[in-house]
């Protein structure tokens, strides 16, 4: 089923996301919608939150060298934790939570991460490049953050200033 995915600046994206304690039906379900919902609006990842659930759960399906998105290649995370990060890459991201915007963003180049699967399996993965921006961006959500906190001081003012204006104009 799709999912409404909420949008700046909407107070959910704000909250601190609750480990998962229970990996059920309702759990498989909210996956199952989340993979759904993100490939509907051509996204490559998407937190629970996103979908107006609180909960430590992020998908992560990048596409191919054809520029296909495979569901066997698709990322389940429940509970992330990044246990290393280390060096340094600028990525160009966007949000289905703030769409029609991209900016430059710094972080880690490599990262491993420990997460659970739908079924509560511990899980370890090692990631670099886009994998790697894609799992930090996903997991900033968790956190109640968005990608547009690491702009400028100015670059946020233009932000907000030019988002204002379309979210006026969407309302005529």
Known sequence: MLR?????????LRLKSEDVVEFNEELHTLLDDMYETMMDHA????????????LN??????PDDEDIQNKEDLIEAINPVITHKDGVQ?????CLSVPGFTEDVTRAQHIIVE???RHGQKQTMES???LA??????ME??????????????????????WKRKLKEEKK
């Not at 759960?57 to 990048?62: F, G, N």
């Not at 921006?133 to 996903?138: G, S, Y």
């Not at 959500?141 to 030019?162: N, P």
């Open 4 to 12: 409404e995915v909420i949008t700046y600046p909407n107070k959910l």
């Open 43 to 54: 996204g490559v990842g998407l937190a629970a939150i996103q979908v107006g659930i609180p």
């Open 57 to 62: 759960v992020l998908i992560i399906s990048l």
């Open 90 to 94: 600028v990525f160009t991201e966007g």
């Open 115 to 117: 997460y659970y699967d």
């Open 128 to 130: 670099e490049d886009f």
């Open 133 to 138: 921006v894609a799992w930090q961006h996903e």
């Open 141 to 162: 959500h968790l956190s109640g953050h968005l990608f547009i906190e690491h702009l400028s001081f100015l670059k946020r003012k233009k932000f907000e200033k030019e």
